[in-house]
């Protein structure tokens, strides 16, 4: 019903920057809250930053003034912009959206495929 295509990872040298993009398409009415996780091998998914339909924004402390979240409700797209990186930010990067189908008020949760952050030192 609704597909987040992610873009922008790849590999890069520590202190480098890089710039995730993710578009949702598909059977969408309105997106609340839009967001990128990570997964490091042998960890738990975290999230890394958040923004709202309203632009509201939050992060998490281990990246707070490297990586800054926006996004473009007209094109529902998010993106991410990535600087001062370090080997331990290495990890897949996922896209989530809180996605409205209708006028129902209910929002269904739906993530990308992934994209590869690596960052080497």
């Known amino acids: 019903q609704v597909q987040l295509m992610e873009s922008g990872g790849g590999l890069v040298q520590a202190g480098g920057s890089l710039r995730l993009s993710c578009a949702a398409s598909?059977?969408?009415?309105?997106?609340?809250?839009m967001g990128w996780y990570r997964q490091a091998p042998g960890k738990q998914r975290e999230l890394v930053a958040s923004v709202t339909s309203g632009g509201s924004t939050d992060y998490a402390d281990s990246v707070k003034g490297r990586f800054t979240i926006s996004r473009d409700n007209a094109k529902n797209t998010v993106y991410l912009q990535m600087s001062s990186l370090k080997p331990e930010d290495t990890a897949v990067y996922y896209c989530?959206?809180?996605?409205?189908?209708?006028?129902?008020?209910?929002?269904?949760?739906?993530w990308g495929q992934g994209t590869q952050v690596t960052v080497s030192s």
């Open positions: 598909g059977s969408i009415f309105s997106i609340n809250t």
């Open positions: 989530n959206a809180e996605v409205r189908h209708g006028i129902v008020w209910t929002f269904y949760n739906y």
